[in-house]
C-alpha cells in the first residue's frame, strides 16, 4: 500500500542513509521500524503489574538517624555492614 508521510529533513536524510548503509530499501527501513515499536508497545500491555512487597510491622529508624544522609544511615548499620 502506498501513502505520503511529512518527515523531518534530518530524520529522513538519517534514515536514507541507515538504509543504504545496510543495504536495505528506505521502505523496509521504515517497516521494520514500525514493527518493532509495534511489538514493543504490545508485549509491554501483557505484562502483569507487579506487587512490591511493603513493610507493615512498627519500629522504623532509630532516634536521630537521618534517612537522607548515606553516611548516618552507614553509622546507624556499625563496622559488620
Known amino acids: 500500500m502506498k501513502t505520503t508521510l511529512n518527515l523531518n529533513d534530518q530524520l529522513l536524510a538519517d534514515a536514507k542513509a541507515l538504509a ?4 536495505m530499501t528506505l521502505t523496509r527501513l521504515i517497516e521494520e521500524g514500525l514493527r518493532l515499536r509495534l511489538r514493543a508497545k504490545a508485549s509491554s500491555a501483557k505484562r502483569a503489574r507487579v506487587r512490591l512487597p511493603v513493610f507493615k510491622g512498627r519500629g522504623g529508624l532509630a532516634n536521630g538517624v537521618d534517612p537522607l544522609s548515606n553516611k548516618a544511615l552507614l553509622e546507624a548499620l556499625g563496622d559488620d555492614a
Open 20 to 23: 543504504a548503509q545496510q543495504r
